[in-house]
């Protein structure tokens, strides 16, 4: 079934412990997004990528860092995570042709 | 991208039409209006988009008037799992403007 593929589904880290957040697509979607969702805060954006190897800077970047190497995957990175990273990560694309963006299911990231 | 108002929760009976408007004072000319629906646990699914007038689709229906500074998302005959958080969201379909700015949406709950 096509759609995005995140890994880990929950984790719970240390704080200072690095962590790479994984995001795969299979619909050949040029543009690829991270959200993160805070209870009562909706969705914000972390990092976007319009198309493999350009990225940009959402809502709420700092801490965080992607890489776009090809077109399916889109990782997120938390180089030394602190416990306000604590959140629900979703990762997104699209065609970038209309706003049918496709979310995945989420990791939940504890950082304690 | 255009800021969104919506109600923060609403409830309903099943059967019922549910209609929620959200206020978009300053969208611009190239500005779509979408609509996103999430249930708990998972991510957001896209549901309707429109530029004006009414657009209908097989799950909801999307009013947008003549000025286009708001627009009401009507749910049809309710169920108990259309419970949902649905956000509203204006913005420009150009690549440059693909990357969509959340609020807090509006909590549904349907009640038997």
């Known amino acids: 079934i096509a759609g995005i593929t995140q890994a880990p589904t929950s984790q719970i880290l240390a704080a200072g412990r690095r962590m790479t957040l994984r995001c795969t697509q299979d619909?050949?979607?040029?543009?690829m997004y991270w959200y993160r969702q805070d209870l009562g805060l909706g969705l914000r954006l972390i990092h976007y990528?319009?198309?493999?190897?350009?990225?940009g800077k959402g809502e709420v970047p700092d801490g965080y860092s992607v890489s776009r190497a090809n077109t399916d995957d889109f990782p997120l990175t938390l180089a030394s995570a602190v416990p306000s990273q604590t959140s629900v990560y979703f990762c997104?694309?699209?065609?970038?042709?209309?706003?049918?963006?496709?979310f995945g299911s989420g990791t939940r990231l504890t950082v304690v | 991208l255009a800021k969104t108002t919506q109600p923060i929760s609403m409830d309903s009976y099943e059967g019922q039409e549910v209609n929620i408007t959200c206020s978009h004072n300053n969208i611009a000319t190239n500005d779509y209006i979408t609509w996103y629906q999430q249930f708990p646990s998972q991510g957001p699914r896209f549901i309707i988009q429109?530029?004006?007038t009414k657009v209908t689709n097989e799950v909801a229906s999307l009013f947008i008037p003549a000025d286009r500074k708001s627009s009401t998302l009507s749910l049809p005959r309710v169920s108990l799992s259309d419970t949902a958080v649905y956000y509203c969201?204006?913005?420009?379909?150009?690549?440059?403007?693909?990357?969509?700015?959340f609020g807090g949406g509006t909590r549904v709950l349907v009640k038997p």
């Open positions: 429109g530029y004006k």
């Open positions: 990528s319009n198309t493999a190897g350009t990225t």
């Open positions: 619909m050949r979607h040029n543009a």
């Open positions: 969201l204006v913005g420009d379909l150009g690549p440059a403007g693909n990357k969509l700015t």
């Open positions: 997104a694309s699209s065609d970038g042709l209309n706003y049918g963006y496709t």
